[in-house]
T-cell receptor, first 116, second 117 residues
Framework: GENVEQHPSTLSVQEGDSAVIKCTYS??????FPWYKQELGKRPQLIID?????GEKKDQRIAVTLNKTAKHFSLHITETQPEDSAVYFC???????????????FGRGTQLTVWP | NAGVTQTPKFRVLKTGQSMTLLCAQD?????MYWYRQDPGMGLRLIHY???????AKGEVPDGYNVSRLKKQNFLLGLESAAPSQTSVYFC????????????????FGPGTRLLVL
């Protein structure tokens, strides 16, 4: 199956600084790359995603960049705010093969703490 | 439109007891999934379903069974609970076939916290 690694596992930044989380994957068949945010005690929620035919996507303060050749994609958060504090998961999607359903493979998460 | 809901929110079981977790979605999604989340492990797929009456194993299926008798419901059963099944369980759904939206985007329920003593 897909081997997914996320770095760093924890990240502390000062309010207003930028944060970058990197996700590497192993399967070249992966073709959809989302990032989920999970606040303490809450459900994971999709915050941004990118498809394999696009290199970068932005949505206000967050962006995702993809390097398919190197098999990694990154989450960028600018002008961080205390409410950005959460666990962030990457979850590359590997397309189905034959009778196998396509599915997400979750990284272990990055705990981001933004200090005021 | 409630999205994805899960019942119960929290449960304590003794080793050997059985229970069923219920997931319901009102988005007409074709696919449904059960994950477990343990500290430092991300979300691991237990079982999934691509449609009414069909289920398949994920990466950690042992000790669990599932059923999808109705399109909107996906049940996760523990026949004989073990302490190793203490976890937070999330249900997710995806793929509203008739809307043309992507099948990859998954929407999660609020989770069920299970403690097995």
């Amino acid at each position: 199956g897909e081997n997914v690694e996320q770095h760093p596992s924890t990240l502390s930044v000062q309010e207003g600084d930028s944060a970058v989380i990197k996700c590497t994957y192993s399967d070249s068949a992966s073709n959809y790359f989302p990032w989920y945010k999970q606040e303490l005690g809450k459900r994971p929620q999709l915050i941004i995603d990118i498809r394999s035919n696009v290199g970068e996507k932005k949505d206000q303060r967050i962006a995702v960049t993809l390097n398919k050749t190197a098999k990694h994609f990154s989450l960028h958060i600018t002008e961080t705010q205390p409410e950005d504090s959460a666990v962030y998961f990457c979850a590359p999607y590997r397309a189905g093969r034959g009778s196998t359903l396509g599915r997400l493979y979750f990284g272990r998460g990055t705990q981001l703490t933004v200090w005021p | 439109n409630a999205g994805v809901t899960q019942t119960p929110k929290f449960r304590v079981l003794k080793t050997g007891q059985s229970m069923t977790l219920l997931c319901a979605q009102d988005m007409n999604h074709e696919y449904m999934y059960w994950y477990r989340q343990d500290p430092g492990m991300g979300l691991r797929l237990i079982h999934y379903s691509v449609g009414e009456g069909t289920t398949a194993k994920g990466e950690v299926p042992d000790g669990y069974n599932v059923s999808r008798l109705k399109k909107q419901n996906f049940l996760l059963g523990l026949e004989s609970a073990a302490p190793s099944q203490t976890s937070v369980y999330f249900c997710a759904s995806s793929y509203p076939r008739t809307s043309g939206r992507a099948r990859e985007t998954q929407y999660f329920g609020p989770g069920t916290r299970l403690l097995v003593l």
